[in-house]
């Protein structure tokens, strides 16, 4: 398997064979896209998806070197939302740091 660094660092060579070191901001990129994907497998290897969607978010992520690992988090994340609805709580509920006695006066 080749790696994806050295193979653009080999396409930046000139025609004449000289060395040409690539851009800053190639390899800046390639670095964060690099990085970028492997948060999304650490993600999606926690996650515990099932084995399709699983194989199918891999490949996702593989093959779309950039969007797929942001497609990964933002679709995931609405799907974990909407599955897993949070109860709001007004200001009242939240600030009350004391339990009140709601049969009365205590009389």
């Not at 990085?35 to 996702?60: E, F, K, Y």
């Not at 709580?89 to 339990?99: F, H, K, Q, Y």
Request: a neutral charge.
């Amino acid at each position: 398997m080749t790696d994806l660094p050295l193979l653009v660092l080999t396409a930046a060579q000139g025609a004449s064979g000289d060395d040409v070191v690539a851009p800053w901001w190639l390899r800046i990129g390639l670095i964060a896209a690099g990085m970028l994907a492997l948060a999304a497998i650490i993600a999606l290897i926690q996650a515990r998806h099932r084995p399709a969607r699983a194989v199918t978010w891999t490949v996702v992520i593989f093959c779309v070197p950039i969007l797929g690992p942001l497609a990964y988090f933002v679709v995931e994340t609405v799907r974990y939302r909407r599955d897993h609805p949070r109860t709001r709580r007004g200001r009242a509920e939240r600030s009350v740091t004391e339990e009140h006695d709601d049969a009365g006066d205590g009389q």
